[in-house]
């Protein structure tokens, strides 16, 4: 290697300290015709598995370091020659990361443990004397690009330190000073107009070789220390292999007898007896447990299994459960023989990158999930990061910031933005607000992947202490994954919550007996009916606006078509959903030629599932399992045109070979790029969709449990008043929180809904707890006396109670100001009220307009009426004045079909989209007090009046009925706010 190479380039992963991607740095070392690159980011690996990829790409050897910062100051960069000095950094960097008191100094670390595997540069002559001590070898004195250096030379040949030539590529052109000073200020939260000596340097500019050599012409040894070490560092290499510990100590052997053991007890319970020598169930566990020994997952499985085992109210999902193994394990709880699930989406003899198994656990009891883990497997393991970039909201915030703008304007520009109106919100900071979006902004937790490794994680990655003192990672999700560590997904689910509390109540209350994961309700013809009418409100998975007109489209609510529905409805998928909806109603078609015909008959010739992607390009192209595999997970990367591009061309290719035309290809390929961004296996969808049907089964015989569940649970798609207002109307009495009826949580008899005491905002929750103790104790209150004699609440308490009603049913004849007046004179006189005192004639009762904005301060949600009867006078008034269009609600909107109509409703949810176009539109639904109804904003509508949707809740909307397959939409032609207060609130027909 006889030119230099960029060696010390920093990219935007050092978090708000520099600009480039990886992809820009590796792009100019391969323009300057270099053969290696490598970056150094600041107490940091962030970004070296995107980075390590990209080289390698590009036919460039990745090199990797990082330099170390200590309250700003820069110390040394350390460069990796070998993976020993990759977790040599490692424990280095977790140990800065972990000090807390700031009393760790990493060049006393170096100095006395020394930095095998790691060459070490520094511009400090004084740290280089400290560390020369323990061992000159790989020490080098660092001189940069653009930095005299004549002095600081005669210094190091005096103390027999070499050398090494370094450019500290922060940026490419000068056109990117301003944007660098931005990310500056924002990183030091300051005004860029109070900020200085943050400016970009020429120094720092990614220069070439050529440059690199006329500036150390004078010191040839320094740019050859460079080339060294580029030639002699491994660079950063991918694992061959999978990176998970052994279990418990048990050799391989040892470990698959324990794993065959397991199945066989499985067995027993998932079916009756022991499967037959011979059967499919006794091929399939031999066939898959062959594959896991072979491919070293046998550790992976029992790891997981000792987890649920633990906690066993679960969802495993995911291609896991496509495996039998899993599911006789208790991991997954869908039968993969009885469903035609595809074991080789998870695991098969020819896939490169490791599988991971998703499990969900009920969101409340996650957290001891992974305390178990941690404390398990302590030192050797982790948290997947999160890198959170960002997002246009916060990239005008944080830019408009930088220029001193005042919060009040700042709060104005997104909703400016999102309505279209840009040209409102300055220049300059649109212009950079556009450069941070989608940037790394800082290191967040990924909701529930863990990795365990053999070794201490240091060896293989930095841990960092998350807000919660979770050991976290370097990287998110993807590199994970190719840095070769196995990810276990260990996720919180609400639902899951509902199930078990709605089990727990029927089992106590109607003496029956259902477990979790024996409870297989599907072919209840009940439940199909009422998810066939997208009757699903609550119902986890199937209950989103989309999912529901899907489900009244296809009129279908068996099992197997859940499954359908579930996986489907993915974002690039509308076409195949238009296609299969006609073709489930009778519309004849023509199957593909063989054997792509047969591979999707069961989904009548449209791609549905993942595996449908994988079992095409096998069966129709001749890929491997293990090509078709990579194709699918390509679908979803990022950075992916020029791989698909190659894989495209190998697909038509194998395709002409196998006999197909041209069309045929070409509606093939289309099938395919469908799976664009997020989809989903059979496998997943087919867990979801049985905890869906067991929610629903429990809506259809136990509505009035299964809402209080979902509500006690935090809700689902929709707000928690959604729900309130679904009990109310199903004929259910809701009662609104009642200091002697109400726990903490929601609860309901067999036919009414109390308000839970911790729905009320601003009541601590030992306040809350010493009410319902006081109540366990002594019994009800007698009376408002009798409640500030046991309990003694402070008066913001009471304030709430009282202002809320739920003093209501103890206050005699007292209004609820009254309430507050005798608290305020008990607390005066520091004593009990010896008789009643008399109230002051001054002090009444609140309007009935104040008790409802209580209601909506203290409780968040209205619980006495439904919110649109808060508009009735207006909607009355404005009904008398509309032209001649019917006024309708909810209930019969089959009935005006094709027609137009006014309608009011409370703005329940909305899903912005964007057209083949690039134009924004967006679907959105309302409710009334009869049930939801969806409507859908076309771009030149959207474009024009979506900024009345930030301008209040309550509206008027009037537009086209179109009934599609069954399911019911608005098309919205004019939008009315409701709001008083709402300048806009006028007709403008």
Partial sequence: MKTYAPIHCRTYYSLLEGILSPHEVCRAAQSMGSRSVGISDINNFYGLIEFARTALDMGLKPLYGTAL???????CTLMCLNREGFARANRILTRLYHDTAGTYDPVSDLASSGWQGLAVISADPEILLRLKGKDRKNLYAGLFYGHPFASFVRWS????????ALNDGVYLSMEDAGYYRLIRAIKKRRPLSLLSGEGLKPGDRLVSGTDMAAWFSAVPEALAA?????????????????????????????????????????????YGGIFKPGSPGDRRVTYE?????????????????????????????????????????????VDPLKYDLFFERFLNRERQDPPDIDVDFPWDEREKVLSYVFEKYRGFSGMVADHITFGIRSALRESATAFGISDREIDTYYPLWMRGDREKIPGDVQKYALKLLGKPRHIGTHPGGVVITPEPITVYTTVQPSALNRPVIAWEKDGTEEAGLVKIDLLGNRSLGVLRDSIAVINKRYSTSLEWDLFTPQGDPETEKEIARGDTLGVFYIESPATRQLLKKMGMGDYEHLVIASSIIRPAASGCIHDYIKRLKGQKFTPYPEPAGSILADNLGVMVYQEDVARIAHGVAGFSYGEADSLRKLLSKRNREERLKRVEKKFRSGARKNGFSKGTIDLLWRGILSFEGYSFS???????????????????????????????????????????DAVRRMGFPVLPADINRSMIRYTCTENTLVTGLGQLKGISEACLEKIINERERKGVFRDIFDFYDRVDPVFESVRILARSGALDSIADSYTRPQLLWLFY???????????????????GDYSDAVKLTDEIRTLG????????????????????????????????????????????????????????????????????????????????????????????????????????FGALQIQVEELLALNKSNKYASLSR
């Fill in 69 to 75: 910062y200590v309250k700003e100051r820069y110390l």
């Fill in 157 to 164: 040949r005096d103390n027999k330190i070499p050398v090494m």
């Fill in 226 to 270: 460079a080339r060294r070490y580029a030639e002699v560092s491994e660079g950063f290499v991918f694992p061959d292999g999978f990176i998970f510990p052994p279990f418990n100590g048990l050799s391989k052997r040892a470990a698959a007898e324990r794993l065959y053991s397991l199945c066989r007890q499985g067995m027993m319970r998932r």
């Fill in 289 to 333: 447990l062959s594959i896991i020994t072979e491919k070293g997952f046998t550790e992976y499985f029992l790891v997981v299994h000792d987890v649920v085992k633990r906690f066993p109210g679960t969802c495993g999902r995911g291609s896991a459960a496509s495996s039998i193994v899993s599911y006789l394990l208790g991991i997954t709880h």
């Fill in 682 to 724: 059979k496998a997943h969808s087919a867990s979801y969709a049985l905890v869906s049907f067991k929610l629903a089964w429990v809506k259809n015989r136990y509505p009035l449990v299964f809402y209080t569940s979902v509500i006690n649970n935090g809700g689902g798609y929709y707000d928690r008043q959604v729900y309130i």
């Fill in 825 to 843: 004179v008990r607390d005066r006189e520091s004593s009990l009220f010896v008789e009643k005192p008399r109230i002051p004639e001054s002090v």
């Fill in 861 to 964: 949600i209205i619980i006495r009426r439904h919110p649109l009867e808060i508009f009735r006078e207006r909607i009355d008034r404005l009904s008398k004045n509309l032209g001649g269009y019917p006024v309708v609600d909810s209930r019969d909107l089959d009935r005006w079909a094709g027609k137009e109509v006014y309608i009011p409703g409370i703005l329940v949810t909305a899903k912005g989209i964007k057209t083949k176009n690039r134009k924004e539109m967006s679907f959105i639904s309302f409710e009334d007090s009869y049930g939801i109804f969806e409507t859908v904003m076309f771009p030149y509508f959207y474009s024009r009046e979506r900024w009345k949707l930030y301008s209040g809740a309550a509206f008027f909307i009037f537009g086209r009925v179109e009934n599609d």
